[in-house]
């Protein structure tokens, strides 16, 4: 069958495996995935310097044909880009990955970013201003506020990702929350910050979750950074993160709600971070890896949907 997709299995230069094993596309990809192996500050578990290339390996075993979308998301020409250079000084690491995703998103393509820990996200956002994005707003899935103003002597800790988003001045949507600190509390209290509590995905009918999500999401500029910490999911989903968190979001809980957001909003770029690969558990990372593919799929549902089949 040709599915409009290149499965070659092609390795680049970097030694990392692309997604979905897919060949540069002959034509003009729409979508790029950005391996970003940044990890310098993780609390607990360590690993997400690996995270990319176990999300990128998994994606291999993620079926190209999407059964709820009924189109082959990688149709649309996904490329993966050699990943950011990470050695160096904080500053210059960040603003290579800000350089990367301001390149990215001038060529008009869609970012998907795989990290690599939570610390990422800021300077990927830094980018999408730099790219001359006007009114962006910032959707983030984690199980932690990441509100800290500085963590353990640093502000560019994954703790303290959302702290620098708003450092941009960005209006932003948090979901999935279950762990924070007091001043954190209070932050969101005084400034008002919009947050679906984990607490709220168990205890709202699903009409009614969905219906504060697209009630919160509303106040949001069109067009929308998505950044999803990997730890929003329950730790019986997806384990392999550095600090798992009980009562996260389900698979479907997760889906729901990113399907919301991508028939709503713009999205022009996004990140999967803070997978920190267990061996031996496969799950972790597959889940990883078919997150990226649902959400490439939802983003361009429209365009697949009106490609002839061949
Ligand atoms: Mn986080």
């Not at 299995?9 to 990392?16: E, K, T, W, Y």
């Not at 979905?20 to 970003?36: K, S």
């Not at 106040?219 to 997806?238: A, H, K």
């Not at 920190?276 to 365009?303: M, Q, V, W």
């Amino acid at each position: 069958m040709q599915t409009g997709c290149y499965a070659a299995a092609a390795m680049r230069d970097s030694g990392l495996p692309t997604f979905l094993r897919l060949d540069v596309p002959a034509a003009e990809p729409v979508a790029a995935v950005l391996p970003v192996p940044y990890e310098r500050t993780t609390s607990w578990g360590r690993g997400t310097e690996n995270g990319p290339e176990a999300l990128l390996l998994a994606s291999h075993y993620v079926e190209l044909y999407d059964e709820e979308l009924e189109v082959e998301p990688c149709r649309i020409g996904i490329e993966t880009l050699p990943p950011v250079d990470v050695e160096g000084s904080d500053e210059s690491v960040l603003r290579r990955m800000s350089a990367a995703a301001e390149a990215t998103l001038r060529k008009g393509r869609f970012l998907a970013a795989v990290g690599g820990e939570h610390t990422v996200t800021p300077a990927l956002v830094r980018g999408a201003l730099d790219a001359g994005t006007p009114d962006l707003g910032v959707v983030q899935f984690d199980a932690h506020a990441d509100l800290r103003q500085t963590y353990r002597g640093t502000p560019w800790n994954h703790a303290c990702a959302m702290s620098r988003v708003l450092d941009l001045g960005l209006p932003t949507l948090a979901v999935g929350i279950r762990s924070l600190t007091r001043p954190e509390a209070v932050r969101i209290a005084n400034e008002s910050l919009p947050i679906i509590w984990a607490e709220q995905f168990d205890a709202l009918p699903r009409p009614e979750l969905e219906a504060l999500f697209d009630g919160l999401l509303a106040s949001l500029p069109d067009t929308v950074y998505l950044t999803f910490d990997l730890d929003f999911f329950d730790p019986s989903v997806l384990p392999a993160t550095g600090t798992p968190e009980p009562g996260g979001g389900t698979w479907y809980q997760a889906l729901g709600l990113l399907r919301r957001l991508f028939e709503r909003k713009r999205v022009i770029a996004m990140d999967v971070v803070e997978l920190a690969p267990i061996p031996g558990n496969a799950a972790s990372d597959f889940t990883a890896a078919k997150l990226l593919h649902k959400c490439i799929g939802y983003r361009f549902r429209r365009e697949l949907a009106g490609m002839a089949e061949t």
